[in-house]
């Protein structure tokens, strides 16, 4: 069987070929352009426990085209369809049978053919650029990625799945944007790439170190956007107004559930105060130095520093002994091979990073289900704080915030008519 399929009879007798597992990379338009303003060209489909792969023709101008429903018909029939993005895959098919094994691979490699490169040098702007790429270039580039990841193709932690599903979630909301103020602090390479009708959209990188995403995309980081500029009065509502939910003392909580410490989120800073004999805003400072550089000999004698020391020093243990580590609710594995310059508290630190997104996921899907079909979205999303676009009309208010008391959070909130809070 030839690996170009042009129409449903080519596409049927490769359905006929019975196999269970499949490994699909999506060929989208363009490369750099958000994959929710983007569209499909080609599909690459290898087969697990076949010898070659195949690529299915949507809109290409060297072929004939398929109906895109007859492809997610397709990949409904199968057990299980590997994806090395399934953020990005869940905006061109949508699908249950799907598995993320890019967070157990190393690090990608890039492997674009020369003929990528000429076409992206030449034509950075084009939009629909993979549409004149030779199809045979695609399918050699793709080839060459399977090769990268198929001995990963194998079942992978399901909180995965999750975590994609999740950040899709919010990227798919975008942010609305106030031209007026956003061209005067942002210069894009190309609006087209990630703005359409006054809508931003972010794209989380779910493969950071220790879990916790990044968010930036056509050179804006979101993830760190000032303060003190007014770049923020950029970012508006579409309905009545955003409401910013900032979780308190996140990881001195949680590391007090990692300990089983009983103590409520807002006596934290309080009790460390009172046994340090400071004021409370000198005791958040020296709590986020004990936390994140090592606990000072002089205050290890309170109860929570004398166990969260215990509690990295076994997790260091482990570490050395066994040569990795299992993080708390994401099950993500920190392996001592692929770590550098990892000591005790730097590793600790790695945990409390992995379970803040861990838990946040939780939280986030928890909020999602009271969203759904909802006006209300939830479009930002950095580390501690949750920005919501709210619509009034739906009172959802206290819906959201008794998700963060279900998970023992003490939280603070803003509303504002932009972002600049």
């Not at 243990?317 to 001592?336: D, E, L």
């Not at 997104?357 to 930002?380: C, P, Q, R």
Request: hydrophobic share 35%.
């Amino acid at each position: 069987m030839f690996w170009l399929l042009e129409n449903t009879s080519q596409l049927k007798q490769f359905y006929n070929k019975g196999y269970d597992e499949i490994f699909v990379e999506v060929i989208p338009f363009h490369d750099l352009v958000h994959p929710k303003l983007n569209k499909v060209s080609l599909v690459y489909i290898r087969p697990v426990k076949g010898r070659k792969g195949f690529i299915i023709c949507i809109d290409h101008s060297e072929t004939m085209s398929i109906d895109k429903s007859h492809i997610l018909a397709l990949f409904k029939t199968y057990k299980t369809v590997y994806t090395t993005d399934q953020k990005n895959f869940l905006y061109y098919f949508t699908l249950n049978n799907l598995v993320d094994i890019s967070f157990n691979a190393p690090e990608f490699r890039e492997v674009n053919t020369n003929a990528h490169t000429f076409f992206y040098t030449n034509h950075p702007s084009k939009l629909d650029i993979n549409r004149l790429i030779p199809v045979v270039k695609h399918y050699e580039k793709c080839e060459n990625i399977y090769k990268q990841y198929k001995e990963y193709c194998y079942e992978q932690n399901k909180f995965y799945s999750k975590i994609s599903k999740v950040f899709y979630a919010i990227e798919n909301n975008g942010i609305n944007i106030n031209r007026k103020y956003f061209d005067k602090h942002f210069e894009l390479p190309n609006d087209s790439f990630s703005i359409n009708n006054s809508r931003i959209y972010t794209s989380y990188n779910l493969h950071t170190t220790t879990g916790r995403p990044s968010n930036a995309f056509n050179s804006i980081n979101f993830a760190a956007l000032g303060k003190d500029n007014g770049s923020r009065k950029s970012f508006v509502p579409r309905n009545n107004h955003f409401l910013e939910i900032d979780i308190s003392a996140y990881h001195p909580t949680l590391a007090a559930q990692l300990i089983s410490y009983p103590t409520h989120p807002e006596q934290i800073y309080a009790e460390f105060a009172k046994v340090a004999k400071v004021g409370i805003k000198e005791a958040k400072e020296l709590m986020f130095r004990q936390l994140y550089g090592g606990i000072m000999d002089k205050y290890k004698f309170w109860d929570y520093f004398e166990q969260v020391q215990d509690y990295i020093d076994k997790l260091w243990n482990q570490y050395q002994t066994v040569g990795y580590i299992n993080c708390p609710v994401s099950g993500h594995i920190f392996h001592k091979s692929k770590l550098e310059n990892v000591n005790s508290n730097k590793l600790f630190n790695y945990v409390l990073q992995n379970l803040e997104t861990s838990n946040n996921v939780k939280i986030i899907w928890d909020i999602l289900k009271i969203l759904k079909g909802k006006n209300t979205k939830l479009v930002l999303y950095t580390y501690d704080a949750f920005l919501f676009d709210m619509d009034e009309n739906e009172n959802l208010t206290e819906d959201i915030k008794q998700v963060f008391d279900k998970y023992k959070l003490s939280i603070k909130t803003k509303i504002g008519h932009n972002y600049d809070f």
